[in-house]
């Protein structure tokens, strides 16, 4: 494998063949990471990060993670403790299921469920919208107390503990959940201008730290 440059964590993002991730990559890549788009199970068994993205629905995207077989290497990868970020529907894959697809349970890191949002309004949700931050997680370093960012979804997490982010929407939802060496967020942090590429940075500043032992 190529060597990685000293100050660039190595960051595989788990390419499964949901569709395009090139936004992902490219915000990791200018966040300051090696970014690889790869199911290369020795390359993310040597990365210093995972991140675990999603687009379109929770069944096809559970049945392909599965049909790769890395179902398996994320969870190994979780359970080693190198820094994790799951996003919007890879969110949601960490729980134990969804409404939006019965029959296909997720990976029941999060042992909750994740259920359609309020239909007193429009549904996805596909906007900008303001965050809560419930703590000082990481995630959120560098960004005002309100940040604004970018939604598209019709199902949320149900909350509990972890929540480290809400918004507002039709009622209160889970914007974000975090645990040990996971991060995970229902929004589009590559789709969020400044504030994402900020979230993003925020994650590469944690591998890097992790990679040389701060």
């Not at 100050?7 to 992902?24: E, F, M, T, W």
């Not at 090696?34 to 096809?60: C, S, Y």
């Not at 990976?107 to 900008?128: A, H, N, S, Y």
Request: aromatic letters at 8%; proline letters at 7%.
């Amino acid at each position: 494998m190529e060597a990685t440059p000293a100050d660039k964590p190595l960051l595989a993002i788990l390419d499964y063949g949901i569709g395009n991730l090139h936004s992902a990559h490219k915000g990791f890549e200018h966040a300051g990471a090696d970014a690889r788009l790869t199911a290369d199970r020795g390359l993310i068994a040597d990365a210093d990060a995972v991140v675990l993205p999603g687009v379109g629905a929770f069944g096809p995207c559970i049945d392909a993670l599965r049909d790769s077989g890395l179902d398996e290497v994320a969870l190994e990868r979780i359970d080693s403790g190198v820094p994790f970020f799951a996003i919007c529907i890879g969110q949601q894959l960490l729980f134990a299921g969804s409404e939006e697809s019965p029959g296909h349970p997720g990976l029941g890191v999060f042992e909750r469920m994740v259920c359609e949002i309020p239909d007193t309004v429009k549904r996805p949700q596909m906007q900008w919208n303001i965050v809560h931050p419930t703590g000082d997680h990481p995630m959120f370093d560098g960004l005002p107390a309100e940040p604004w960012v970018y939604f598209v979804h019709s199902y949320a997490c149900d909350p509990g503990p972890g929540v480290v982010a809400t918004c507002d929407y039709g009622d209160t939802l889970v914007a974000a959940v975090a645990r040990d060496n996971i991060w995970a967020c229902q929004f589009h942090p590559e789709k969020s201008g400044r504030t994402g590429l900020q979230i993003l940075g925020n994650f590469v500043t944690a591998a890097r730290n992790q990679k040389v032992g701060v």
